[in-house]
C-alpha cells in the first residue's frame, strides 16, 4: 500500500507553487515533509486529499489514480490541516459526531468512541463548549480526533503539534510511529525537526515548490555527511545568512 | 487629539452597520451607496404616491384633511421604520465590542475621543438615513400640504424638526433598551439577552409599521390606544410646531417631547456608563458559553433527529442547521426579519379582525385573510431559512465537509430538503395546526392544513431547485443585491398569489369536489416540482458546491474522461437534465394531467346529469316549437292567462312561489327560454325578438289563447315588452317587477362581441367537462318565498351548463334593452311596475344608483296611460323571490283592471 506523486505540478495564476513533485510513501512507515514558509507543502498536502487539483501530474493510490474513485479516497483519508478551522459555535462532541455522521460511522459506537477519544486527549470536560472557546491545542486535538475518527488508512498532517502542550505532543509523537506500524500511510509535515528526525523513516526535503531531497534520514546523513537533519536543512532549503538577519531586525527595533 | 478623532471616526462609521449580516466580504462603501440610493429611490416613489395628489386636487386644505393627517402620519412611520432597522442593524457596534476593547485598550487614546468619534459616527449615519427616507418627501409635502395660514418655510423647517426628532427618538429608544439591560444584567447573561432583544426590536419595527392604523379614523375612535403608538406622536408634534390648535394634537405633542427626552436621556447615561464600566467586563468574559437551559434544548434537537431521521447524513445535517441558526447572530437576525415581515403582513392581513370587532368578516369559519396568514408565514418561514442556508459561517471550516463527502450529492441534496422543512415549514405547520382547529370547524381546518402541506412541499422543493451547497458552508458572493430584489420580487409575486390562491381555496372549501380539484392541481404541482428536483440532483456531474461563482461567460467543454470532473473550486454546472428533450417531449406530462382531468370531468358531469335528473324531474311539458321544444307548466283556471317571463339566467321555476300564489285566481303559466330549465338550447344570438316568436309559438302548441298578461322580471321585461310590441292585440296587461331601463342598458358594454362565439364555445367545453359544476357557488340559504327543495332545483337549473351558455346567447343586454325602447309606448294597457325598495350592489354604482332607477321605473309606469309604480320596501331586486306577494298583488290589480274589458 503506498502513496504516490508523479510529477505533481500546481500553478496559481501562472506561478507554481509546487512544481514536478514525485515521491512516494510507503504504508508502514512515516514520511517527513520538509520545506521551509511557502515552498508548496501545505499545497501538496491538500492535492492529496483532494481539497485543491492539480495542474498538472496525478496522484496514485495502490497504483491507481485517486481521482477515479474520490469518494473510496476519501474514506481512507484522515487529514489535520495546517490551520485549526473548525465550526466555532459547535461543541467539540458535536463537531466530531457530525463529522462521524457525515462519514457514515455506525452511530451505536460512535458517542462511545468519540468519548473514549475526548478522554484520552483531555477534552472530555470541554466537551460540551463551543470550540470558539477552545485554545489552539484544544482545537488541534479536535482536529487529531477527527482525523483518527474513522481509522484511515493515510494519514496527513499538516503541522500536527502546532499549539500542542508537552505532554500531548509527546503522545502525539508516539502515535504517530504506532500509526505507520498499524500499516498505514502516515505523510507529516512539520517544522520541528528534531521531532520529525525522531519520528520520520523517510523524509521529502522541498524548496520552492520542487523536491530537493527524498530519501531515509541514515542516506541522506551519509550522503551529505551531515549529522543532523537540522543541518540537512539548513543546506538545501536556507539560503539566507540567519545571523545576519536577526542582526538587521534587532537595529530596526532599536531605530 | 483631534488626528485620533479622524482616524477613529472613520473606523467607526464604516464599522457601524454589522456588514456580516448583510453580506460577507461586504464593501461599506458600495453598501451605503445602495442603501442610500434604495431609500432615496423610495422617498421619490412616495413624493409621486403621495404628494402628488394634493398639487393634482387644486383644493382647499380643509377639505382633504384626514387625507393629510394619514399621509404625514404614514411618511413618519417609515422614518421611525427606517430609523429602528438602522439601530438594530448597527445593535452590535454601538457598543464598545470585544475587538474596540482589545485593540484600543492597549493604546494611547483617551476615552472622551472613542467616546465622541463612536458619537459622531453614528449621528452622521442616523442622520443620513433619515434625511435619505425624507429626502424628496421632505422637500416636497409640506409644501403641497401647507395651509394658507403657515408660512411654507415654517412648515418645512416643522417637517424636517419632527422626522430627525422621530429618528433620533426610535434610535436613542433601542440604545436606552440595550444600555439597560447592560448596566442591570451580568455581563454573560447581558450577551445572551442582547441578541433575543434585538429580535423582538426588529420584530416590533416591522410589525408597528405594517399594523399601525390610519390616523384620521383612529383619532376619531376615542377607544383606541393611540398613546402606544410612536408615529402618532410624532404626527401630534407635526402639528403643534405647524400651529395647529387643533385639541387632539396637543396631548400627541406633550408625549413626543415626554419620550423623547425619557429614551434619549436614558441612552446616554447608559451609553456613557458603558464605556467606563464595561469594558474590562468585555475583555474578561469574551464569549458567550452555552447555559444549562441552551444544553437541554441542544439535547432535545438531538434527540428529535434521531427519532425522525434514519440516515446518519440526514441527521448530521439537520443538526449542524438547527445548532448554525440557533447559535449564529447573523442567520437568526434573517429569519427574525422573515419572521417579523411575516407575522407583520399577516396581522395587516388580518386588522379587520383586530380593528373592528363588528366586521362582517367572521374569524370562526374560514376567511381570506386567515387563510392567507397561513401560507404568508409558511412562505416567509421558507425563504428564511432557505435565504439563512446561503449565509456562510466560518466559510474557511467547510474543509471538513469536502474531505468527508462520501455520500452521493443526490444525497446531500435530499438531507439539505428535509433540514429546510423540519426547521422551515414544520414549526409554522404545526403552528397553524393548532390556531386552525382552534377557531375552525374541523373539516375546513384538515382541509387547510393539506393545503398547507402541499404548499410547503411546494415552496420547499421550488426554492431548492438547482440549490448545490451544504447549508451555511459556501462562499457568497457580494454581489448579493440582485439576489435580494429577486427574493423581495418573489415576495410580491407570492402575496399577491397568496391572495388570489386563498380566494380560490375558499370558494374551493365550500363544495368537496372542488376541494379535490384544487388538492389534485396542487398534488400535481408539489410531484412536478419534486420529480424536478429529483432529475436535478441526480444529475451527472452535478455536485456540493462550496464557492459561489459568478456565471460564467464562457462555457467549458470539458471533454475530459469520465469521472474526470474539474475541481469543487472551478465547479462545472450540473448537465441540464432536460437537455435534449424537445419543447413537447417537455409538455408531455402536463398534457396527460389534463388529459385525466378531463377524462374525470367528463364521467363526472355525466354522473352529476343523471343525478340531477332524479332529484329533479321536469316541471310541466316540452311543446315541439319547430324542431326544438320549449318547456311550460300551469296552474289555475281562468282568463286572461298570466305568464310569467323570468329574469335573465333562472329558469322558469323561479316562479313557483308567484305562481302558487295566483293559480289560486286565474291561469298561471311560467316557461323556460330556449336553453333554461328543461327547454332545448336556442340559436345564437337569442335576444328579445326571438324570445318573443318562441313563447308566441310555445303558446300556440300548448292551447293557452290569448289574451295574456305578461310578467316580466329584470331582463325578462324587455323580452315582455317586445312580444306586446309584436303581438299588441294578445296582450291585456303587464306587471314590470324591478325592470331593467334601456336608458341604462344603453351605457353598458362589457364584451367585445366578436369574441362571443368564442366565449360560447368555451362554455360548452367547460359545461362538457364538468367546469360550471366545478365553479358552481354555494346557494346558501333560501329565498323567503321558497323552501329548500324549491331552491336547491331553482339552483340546479340555473347552473347547468346548456342553460349557462343560453345566458351568452342573451346578451348583450343593450341590445334587449333598444328592441324594447322601440317597441313603443304602452297607451293604455294596464300595467304596474314594481321597484325594489333595496338597493343592491348594482345600485351603488353612478350608473345605476336607486334614485335614477326608481325615476326609470316611473318613467316607465308612465308610459301607459294606466300605468302605476309601485316600490315594495322589504325587497331588493329579487323580488319574486324575495316578496312573492308583492307580485301576486300586482297580477291580481292588473287582472281587476283588464277584467271589464276581456270577461
Known amino acids: 500500500m503506498s502513496l504516490e506523486l508523479r510529477n505533481v505540478t500546481k500553478l496559481y495564476s501562472g506561478i507554481a507553487a509546487v512544481k514536478d513533485v514525485s515521491f512516494i510513501a510507503r504504508a508502514g512507515e512515516v514520511t517527513g515533509y520538509l520545506g521551509p514558509n511557502g515552498s508548496g507543502k501545505s499545497t501538496t498536502l491538500k492535492m492529496i486529499t483532494g481539497l485543491i487539483e492539480p495542474s498538472a501530474g496525478r496522484i496514485f493510490f495502490d497504483g491507481e489514480p485517486i481521482e477515479l474513485n474520490r469518494i473510496a479516497h476519501r474514506q481512507r483519508l484522515g487529514y489535520v490541516p495546517e490551520e485549526p478551522h473548525i465550526y466555532p459555535h459547535l461543541t467539540g462532541f458535536e463537531y466530531l459526531e457530525m463529522i462521524g455522521q457525515l462519514r457514515a460511522l455506525p452511530e451505536r459506537s460512535l458517542a462511545a468512541k468519540i468519548d473514549g477519544f475526548l478522554q484520552l486527549f483531555s477534552l472530555h470536560a470541554d466537551r460540551y463548549v463551543p470550540i470558539s472557546s477552545y485554545s489552539k491545542g484544544m482545537r488541534q486535538k479536535v482536529l487529531l480526533v477527527a482525523a483518527l475518527l474513522h481509522n484511515p488508512q493515510i494519514v496527513l498532517l499538516d503541522e500536527p503539534f502546532s499549539g500542542l502542550d508537552v505532554n500531548s505532543a509527546l503522545i502525539l509523537r508516539a502515535l504517530i510511529g504506532q500509526l505507520a506500524a498499524r500499516g498505514k500511510v502516515v505523510l507529516f509535515s512539520s517544522h520541528e525537526l528534531e521531532t520529525v528526525e525522531r519520528v520520520s523513516s523517510r523524509i521529502v526535503i522541498l524548496h520552492k515548490g520542487q523536491v530537493v531531497a527524498n530519501d531515509s534520514i541514515e542516506k541522506l546523513r551519509t550522503l551529505m555527511s551531515l549529522p543532523t537533519l537540522e543541518r540537512i536543512f539548513t543546506e538545501l532549503a536556507i539560503e539566507q545568512d540567519t545571523e545576519a538577519i536577526s542582526h538587521a531586525i534587532l537595529q530596526l527595533v532599536e531605530s | ?903
Open chain 2, 1 to 903: 487629539m483631534r488626528r485620533q478623532f479622524t482616524i477613529l471616526y472613520r473606523l467607526f462609521l464604516a464599522r457601524l452597520i454589522d456588514l456580516d449580516i448583510l453580506s460577507a466580504r461586504g464593501d461599506v462603501r458600495e453598501l451605503l451607496a445602495r442603501s442610500l440610493s434604495i431609500l432615496a429611490a423610495l422617498s421619490l416613489c412616495l413624493t409621486y404616491l403621495i404628494a402628488g395628489k394634493y398639487f393634482s386636487m387644486g383644493l382647499p386644505r380643509t377639505r382633504y384633511l384626514y387625507a393629510i393627517w394619514n399621509d404625514e402620519e404614514f411618511l413618519i412611520s417609515a422614518t421611525i421604520a427606517v430609523a429602528g432597522l438602522f439601530a438594530v442593524l448597527a445593535w452590535n457596534t454601538v457598543f464598545p465590542d470585544r475587538r474596540d476593547c482589545l485593540i484600543l485598550g492597549v493604546l494611547p487614546v483617551a476615552t472622551p475621543v472613542i467616546i465622541l468619534a463612536k458619537l459622531s459616527a453614528m449621528a452622521t449615519a442616523l442622520g443620513v438615513s433619515v434625511f435619505a427616507i425624507n429626502a424628496f418627501t421632505g422637500m416636497v409635502f409640506p409644501y403641497a400640504t401647507v395651509d394658507k395660514g403657515v408660512v411654507p418655510i415654517h412648515a418645512a423647517a416643522a417637517w424636517w424638526i419632527t422626522v430627525f426628532a422621530a429618528g433620533i427618538f426610535t434610535f436613542s429608544a433601542m440604545l436606552a433598551i440595550q444600555g439597560l439591560a447592560a448596566q442591570v444584567l451580568s455581563w454573560s447573561l447581558f450577551l445572551r439577552i442582547s441578541g433575543l432583544l434585538q429580535l423582538a426590536a426588529l420584530f416590533t419595527v416591522i410589525a408597528l409599521f405594517f399594523v399601525t392604523p390610519p390616523f384620521a379614523a383612529t383619532m376619531l375612535d376615542h377607544a383606541f390606544p393611540t398613546s402606544l403608538l410612536p408615529s402618532y406622536w410624532f404626527t401630534g408634534l407635526l402639528h403643534r410646531l405647524d400651529g395647529d390648535p387643533n385639541p387632539v394634537f396637543a396631548p400627541l405633542a406633550a408625549m413626543a417631547l415626554r419620550n423623547f427626552s425619557i429614551a434619549a436621556g436614558i441612552a446616554t447615561v447608559t451609553w456613557a456608563l458603558s464605556y467606563y464600566r464595561n469594558i474590562r467586563r468585555i475583555v474578561q468574559a469574551p464569549d458567550i458559553a452555552p447555559s444549562a437551559h441552551g444544553h437541554a434544548a441542544a439535547r432535545i434537537v438531538r434527540g428529535a433527529a434521531f427519532g425522525f431521521l434514519a440516515r446518519p447524513l440526514d441527521r448530521a445535517i439537520l443538526l449542524f442547521t438547527c445548532r448554525t441558526i440557533a447559535r449564529s447572530r447573523q442567520h437568526r437576525l434573517l429569519l427574525a426579519a422573515c419572521g417579523g415581515i411575516g407575522f407583520a403582513t399577516a396581522l395587516a392581513f388580518s386588522r379587520t379582525f383586530l380593528e373592528d370587532l363588528r366586521s362582517h368578516t367572521r374569524w370562526d369559519t374560514p376567511a381570506v385573510p386567515l387563510l392567507v396568514d397561513g401560507l404568508l408565514l409558511l412562505y416567509c418561514a421558507v425563504a428564511g431559512i432557505r435565504g439563512s442556508f446561503s449565509i456562510p459561517l466560518a466559510l474557511p471550516a467547510n474543509w471538513i465537509f469536502r474531505i468527508t463527502a462520501v455520500h452521493s450529492p443526490a444525497a446531500y441534496f435530499a438531507a439539505v430538503r428535509k433540514s429546510l422543512l423540519i426547521v422551515g415549514v414544520l414549526p409554522v405547520w404545526l403552528a397553524c395546526l393548532v390556531a386552525y382547529f382552534s377557531i375552525w370547524p374541523g373539516r375546513p381546518a384538515f382541509e387547510h392544513m393539506l393545503v398547507l402541506t402541499l404548499a410547503g412541499l411546494l415552496l420547499a422543493d421550488c426554492s431548492l431547485y438547482q440549490f448545490r451547497k451544504m447549508p451555511f458552508a459556501c462562499s457568497w458572493l457580494p454581489g448579493g443585491v440582485q439576489l435580494k430584489m429577486r427574493a423581495s420580487v418573489y415576495a410580491l409575486l407570492f402575496l399577491t398569489f397568496a391572495s388570489i390562491a386563498a380566494n380560490i381555496e375558499l370558494r374551493s372549501l365550500e363544495r368537496f369536489a372542488r376541494f379535490v380539484v384544487i388538492l389534485a392541481i396542487l398534488g400535481s404541482a408539489a410531484v412536478w416540482a419534486r420529480r424536478r428536483a429529483f432529475e436535478f440532483a441526480g444529475a451527472r456531474g452535478n455536485r456540493l458546491q462550496f464557492e459561489d461563482l459568478p456565471e460564467a461567460e464562457v462555457f467549458a467543454l470539458d471533454l475530459r474522461q469520465d469521472g474526470d470532473w474539474s475541481s469543487d473550486e472551478a465547479y462545472v454546472d450540473a448537465i441540464d437534465p432536460h437537455a435534449g428533450r424537445s419543447f413537447a417531449r417537455r409538455l408531455r406530462p402536463l398534457g396527460i394531467w389534463i388529459l385525466v382531468f378531463l377524462i374525470v370531468g367528463f364521467d363526472w358531469e355525466r354522473i352529476g346529469e343523471w343525478r340531477d335528473g332524479k332529484l329533479h324531474p321536469q316541471a310541466g311539458t316540452s311543446y315541439n316549437i319547430g324542431g326544438r321544444s320549449l318547456n311550460i307548466n300551469c296552474a289555475g283556471a281562468g282568463s286572461p292567462a298570466v305568464i310569467l317571463e323570468t329574469n335573465w339566467g333562472m329558469p322558469g321555476f323561479s316562479w313557483t312561489p308567484v305562481q302558487r300564489a295566483a293559480a289560486a285566481f286565474t291561469r298561471v303559466c311560467w316557461y323556460d327560454r330556449a336553453g333554461a330549465g328543461w327547454s332545448d338550447p336556442g340559436p345564437f344570438p337569442n335576444h328579445s325578438d326571438s324570445v318573443a316568436r318562441d313563447l308566441h309559438q310555445l303558446l300556440g302548441a300548448a292551447h293557452i289563447p290569448p289574451p295574456y298578461v305578461l310578467v316580466g322580471h329584470s331582463m325578462g321585461a324587455f323580452h315582455a315588452r317586445v312580444f306586446r310590441g309584436f303581438y299588441k292585440s294578445e296582450v291585456a296587461g303587464m306587471v314590470l317587477v324591478d325592470p331593467m331601463s334601456e336608458d341604462i342598458t344603453v351605457d353598458i358594454h362589457n364584451h367585445i362581441e366578436a369574441f362571443r362565439p368564442a366565449v360560447i364555445l368555451f362554455y360548452k367545453f367547460l359545461g362538457i367537462f364538468g367546469g360550471f359544476r366545478l365553479l358552481e357557488p354555494d346557494p346558501g340559504p333560501p329565498p323567503r318565498g321558497m323552501n329548500r327543495e324549491e331552491w336547491l332545483t331553482t339552483w340546479t337549473l340555473r347552473w347547468q351548463p346548456k342553460s349557462v351558455v343560453s345566458q351568452t346567447k342573451e346578451v348583450p343586454l343593450w341590445i334587449n334593452g333598444e328592441l324594447a325602447r322601440s317597441a313603443g309606448a304602452l297607451g293604455s294597457l294596464p300595467l304596474v311596475v314594481l321597484s325594489a325598495g333595496i338597493p343592491g350592489r348594482a345600485e351603488d354604482t353612478e350608473l345605476e344608483s336607486q334614485e335614477r332607477k326608481l325615476e326609470l321605473h316611473e318613467r316607465l309606469a308612465r308610459s301607459s296611460t294606466r300605468g302605476r309604480h309601485i316600490v315594495v320596501p322589504n325587497s331588493n331586486s329579487q323580488i319574486p323571490f324575495e316578496a312573492p306577494e308583492a307580485v301576486v298583488a300586482a297580477i291580481r290589480s292588473v287582472l281587476a283592471e283588464t277584467s271589464g274589458k276581456t270577461r
